[in-house]
Nanobody
Framework: QVQLVESGGGLVQPGGSLRLSCAAS???????????YQWYRQTPGKQRELVAG???????NYADSVKGRFTISRDNAKNTMYLQMNSLKPEDTAVYYC?????????WGQGTQVTVSS
């Protein structure tokens, strides 16, 4: 069973930066074939939205609202994925979840709160 554990959330002022980490148990980052490593976020009363993703082949995609500010990456040797968030805005406030998508299943972390406020 794969477990994903996020860390790095917290309170930051507008314009600040945070780096979220998602550590995985097992060798989920060494799976062959199509895998997407993704970050989602959710605010109360709204659906979970995709923020950024990176495929097993290195392709990336970002929500329009975070393009140019957020960067997704992964370190296969450490079984960890990251989300570097710069120029944070109050509207980035949410619970952030990491997700690993495979064609037959997907895994979620427990979430980490990010609050952008002065």
């Amino acid at each position: 069973q794969v477990q994903l554990v996020e860390s790095g959330g917290g309170l930051v002022q507008p314009g600040g930066s945070l780096r979220l980490s998602c550590a995985a148990s097992g060798s989920i980052f060494s799976i062959k074939g199509m895998v997407w490593y993704q970050w989602y976020r959710q605010t109360p009363g709204k659906q979970r939205e995709l923020v950024a993703g990176i495929s097993s082949s290195g392709n990336t995609n970002y929500a329009d609202s975070v393009k140019g500010r957020f960067t997704i990456s992964r370190d296969n040797a450490k079984n960890t994925m990251y989300l570097q968030m710069n120029s944070l805005k109050p509207e980035d406030t949410a619970v952030y979840y990491c997700n690993v998508w495979l064609p037959v299943t997907n895994y979620w972390g427990q979430g980490t709160q990010v609050t952008v406020s002065s």
